[in-house]
């Protein structure tokens, strides 16, 4: 399960393309308008989940881009803020620090009760309480450049249990003293739902939000499916492409975020025995949503591929493995 870091090294680009639903579609990923209706570009760049971010919106009317600009970066901030450990004052930093949350925000409950959904999908293999790990792998490899000792991570074990979290519409609480979560592994793809939604509703029905994660509206501009390039985390190379329409891709990767230069230690643990997962080298999930995409994502990089194919069959979704031996192993699609 990812913990959430300091480290910022590897961030990528985020950016939102969309193109509002007028006329017919060219193909030059632009809409065909009257000579009176002339599309315009209309773009925002900042950053966004710590990462330097870009919206583009094609649109016959400049003020009502501007306006789905604003309203898509407002509501972006405002999830941002409920969800960071970087924030000391978002609901979960106050959930972590008091070990409970009274009247949460609507977004905290739904993102806590899909990530026990989740949790409990995956027989423990996603588990947002694996913040306690992170803080004992940090610690430990700041201070003396080695992992923890095996009876530090098995009492820091005690603290991980996603079952110890109650969820109520009133209050939040941890059922164990010392808990602590992170959303690292959901809450990108959460986000990306959210603001994908926000675009539909606003008459973009073309749309790639690329937040952390991935999530395609419609098809292509250009009248073909959206089409992602997977990347080899050992190096900058592609190992080939996944193409979608209407659905949502994340990728999780030990070697995007490790303690050590060895890439043995890094932020993904298996929640049940407190170790860096190092069965494969990279998962990808293609799912309706980007929140379930994440979570399986992450779980699937722990879980034996069985056990992650039962899985995929039975909530519909596709993935497929990088292994160690850097091949591609197309396991099943939606």
Known sequence: MAALHNNKTRRRLLKIIGVASIGAISGTALVKLTKEETLKKVTWKGIALGSPAEITIYHSNQREAENILSDSYKKLVELENLFSLYNNNSQLSMLNKNGY????????IELLNLSKKYAEITNGAFDITVQPLWHLYNDAFT???EPPLDSEIEYTLNLVDWKSISVDKNIINYEKKGMSSTLNGIAQGYITDK????LI???INNTLVQLGEYRGIGDHPDRRPWRLLLSNPEHTDSIGEIEFTNAAVATSAGLGTPFDLSGKHHHIFDP???YSANNYLQVSVLA?????ADALATAFLILDKKV???IATKQKVGFEILTNQRKRNIITSI
């Open 288 to 292: 309706k949503t980007a929140a379930e």
């Open 201 to 203: 509703n606003s008459g």
């Open 101 to 108: 949350l009274k009247n949460p925000h609507p977004d905290m």
């Open 143 to 145: 201070k003396t450049e």
């Open 195 to 198: 603001i994908s939604e926000n």
């Open 272 to 274: 049940k025995n407190g």
């Open 308 to 310: 992650s194919k039962k």
